[in-house]
């Protein structure tokens, strides 16, 4: 036995991912806590960077919600269809709060051993994350989960958070096709 | 210590769903940040025009589910700029109306503590330090004989103290702009409280920067133009003075952003170490009338009796009160002939309170009382 359970592990995995890939873009991650949590905030990416003279934002943060699963994915005309819990979807899309926010969904092997190989050369840590904004997205009827379709080309870089950064920064809103 | 120091999240998001978000961004206009032309999803976007990459986004929706959370973000990108505690920034935010003052003690005495007695002599000292302020707009003079004019005491009632703020000990004090209607009572368009917290920072300033200057014997001479500096401010400041020679007490100013000030020039804040309070306390005592009389009704606790036997084998002479004056006690001499001195006897036995009337005379250090004509033990009090 020991003190993170499974879930844990992959949870904080997810959020090492994040965090990994927002310091390679020279942004800063910082974990939420309940309180954010309460929000559908499990961590606050925090960009400061001069994009372009034709974008008006260059100092905000970005919210993140964090999922982690080692389900295989159904994959289908290049989306893959992931049970979002029906309070994070209907908070995510909440178009009375911020839409600097986006779902990260981390995709693990099913088996642990999988997850993290280290050695004196490299780091691995096995697959990855995909990112969607659901912000506006359409109201659901369920009473548990609502099926959300994220695109394969999605994978959570540095490159595209650095493109979704920027697609924020001019006031552009990360839509969601259903 | 950094201004984001760990703080209590989930209280300050509590407070943080009162402020308004019009006020919130009132405070970033009167503050150097300019609005953008466009609002992004419901937030207003502000640019910091002293610094490039700095912004504010503020929530215009105070219904909105992550409106606490969207304003913290806020608070904290003022604690940044500002260099101030998120605390300090969510008080101001929460009472845009209000001029604020702080009174921080710093000593190395104070780990997480500090003895009930001095935070009590602090309070004690951040009041009467407004109280004296605002008597000098009033009548400005280098003494004032009874803290007692209305308006100020009007003044004082209204001002609210704030929640504890992060940072060594702070006591915050918020002072309404509308806490005293004195309409004709004063010149200027300022309102009571702006015109009195004003002065209060001016005074200090002055007092700070004379005694650096080692000009301190120039603050109980009368200057054209200036409120003159008053004993009671002096005093007032003097209860402020930190347990331990390191400490020092730093008071400061945040304007009400509904109406920001004008002159810039006048300091935010002003900091008092050690080697400054001797000489305020000594400053005090030159502004003091050295005799000053009032005749009046007082109650007191017998303290000590210091009497002699006379011819007729009865105790008479000096006894030692702590009379009541002005919400305080002051420790008085006092002369009882034998039948005075006897009620002084038992009130001092059964510790019951006595009524006095004579000639209150307040020295430099010790006050006396003559000319008694009145001394009576309350009855109906119960025992100690």
């Known amino acids: 036995m020991t003190l ?61 919600q964090l999922k982690s699963t080692t389900q295989e994915l159904t994959l289908n005309e290049g989306r893959y269809s992931y049970p979002l819990p029906i309070k994070n979807y209907n908070e995510l899309r909440d178009t009375s709060c911020s839409p600097l926010k986006f779902l990260v969904v981390m995709l693990l092997p099913a088996d642990p051993e999988q997850w993290l190989a280290v050695s004196d050369q490299q780091l691995i840590a096995r697959r990855c994350a995909y990112w969607l904004g659901l912000h506006g997205a359409g109201a659901s009827t369920n009473a548990t989960n609502q099926t959300v379709y994220i695109p394969e080309a999605n994978v959570l870089t540095p490159d595209s958070l650095r493109q979704i950064a920027m697609k924020l920064a001019r006031q552009e809103e990360l839509t969601y096709v259903a | ?35 953008k032309p466009l609002d992004f999803g419901g937030l207003a976007v502000f640019d910091y025009s002293q610094r490039e990459l700095t912004q504010l986004l503020i929530p215009l929706e105070s219904e909105s589910n992550d409106f606490p959370i969207r304003m913290l973000d806020v608070v904290q990108r003022l604690a940044e700029v500002e260099k101030r505690s998120v605390h300090e920034i969510a008080n101001d935010l929460l009472n845009p109306n209000a001029d604020t003052v702080r009174f921080r003690i710093s000593d190395p005495s104070i780990s997480s503590d500090l003895s009930l007695m001095k935070g009590i002599e602090i309070l004690d000292g951040a009041r009467k330090s407004l109280l004296a302020a605002a008597h000098s707009i009033l009548a400005p003079v280098p003494y004032h004989s009874r803290l007692s004019r209305r308006e100020a005491r009007e003044f004082v009632d209204q001002c609210r103290l704030k ?41 200090l300033d ?22 003159p500096i008053s004993a009671n401010l002096c005093d007032a400041i003097a209860k402020l003075e930190p347990p331990s020679e390191r400490g020092f007490v730093e008071i400061s100013m945040t304007w009400a952003s509904t109406k920001p000030i004008e002159d810039t020039s006048l300091r935010k804040t002003v ?4 080697d400054h309070f001797s000489v305020i306390r000594d400053i005090g005592s030159r502004l003091r009338p050295s005799h000053e009389t009032e005749v009046a009704n007082f109650a007191g606790q017998v303290e000590t009796l210091n009497g002699d036997l006379n011819a007729d084998g009865m105790r008479y002479g000096e006894i030692v009160l702590d009379l009541l004056v002005e919400n305080e006690l002051v420790r008085t001499r006092v002369h009882l002939e034998p039948s005075d001195y006897a009620k002084a006897d038992i009130a001092h036995m059964k510790g019951k309170p006595v009524i006095v009337r004579g000639e209150l005379h307040r020295g430099r250090r010790t006050h006396r009382l003559a000319n008694v004509t009145r001394f009576d033990v309350v009855e109906g009090v119960d025992e100690r």
């Open chain 2, 163 to 203: 929640q504890t703020e992060q940072g060594s000990f702070v006591v915050a004090i918020a002072c309404p702009l509308d806490a005293v209607d004195a309409e004709g009572l004063l010149d200027g368009i300022d309102s009571f409280t702006r015109q009195t917290t004003k002065v209060l920072m001016e005074s």
């Open chain 1, 4 to 64: 993170l359970t499974s879930n844990n592990i992959t949870a904080e995995l997810s959020y090492a991912y994040l965090h990994a890939v927002a310091a390679k873009c020279g942004m800063s991650c910082s974990c939420g806590n309940r309180h954010d949590d309460g929000v559908g905030v499990d961590a606050t990416i925090r960009v400061k960077e001069n994009f372009g003279t034709d974008v008006v934002l260059n100092s905000f943060t970005i919210d993140v």
């Open chain 2, 271 to 274: 900091r008092f170490s050690e």
């Open chain 2, 206 to 227: 002055r007092i700070e920067s004379r005694i650096e200057a080692d000009q301190e014997a120039s603050l109980t001479i009368a200057e054209n133009g200036k409120v």
């Open chain 2, 1 to 35: 210590m950094s201004h984001n120091d760990s703080f209590d999240k989930a209280s300050l998001l509590e407070c943080l769903k009162n402020v308004k978000s019009r006020e919130a961004r009132a405070y970033a206009t009167a503050n150097g940040w300019v609005r």
